[in-house]
Nanobody
């Protein structure tokens, strides 16, 4: 069983930056893809970015590409989402998630992820 815990959310002005962290416990994340999702009030949970199990491949939604960077440190069992040039429309609860990734294609579908953190609020003011 994998437990995930996000941190680093907060309130920031448009154009600013935040760095989210996701710490895993219970077992190593070796072999697991780590994804980031967000959910704004009244909207469905959407894919933001992910780092594949190997650590060498990342993927992003079009809305954050070029502004957000997903990374991971397997030795420390942690992942990060660096968010730059934040916009008010980035306001949401952000979640990290994990799924077994070896011999599987990457996924943007939240239903494909097995483990979730509790979420951290990111609010971007205009």
């Amino acid at each position: 069983q994998v437990q995930l815990e996000e941190s680093g959310g907060g309130l920031v002005q448009a154009g600013g930056s935040l760095r989210l962290s996701c710490e895993a416990s219970g077992r190593t994340l070796t072999g697991y893809d780590m994804g980031w999702f967000r959910q704004a009030p009244g909207k469905e949970r959407e894919f933001v970015g992910a780092t594949r199990w190997s650590g060498g491949v990342t993927d992003y939604s079009d809305s954050v590409k070029g502004r957000f960077t997903s990374s991971r440190d397997n030795a420390k069992n942690t992942g990060h989402l660096q968010m730059n040039r934040l916009k008010p429309e980035d306001t949401a609860v952000y979640y990290c998630a994990a799924r077994w990734g070896i011999l599987r294609s990457g996924s943007h579908n939240p239903n494909d992820y097995d483990y979730w953190g509790q979420g951290t609020q990111v609010t971007v003011s205009s």
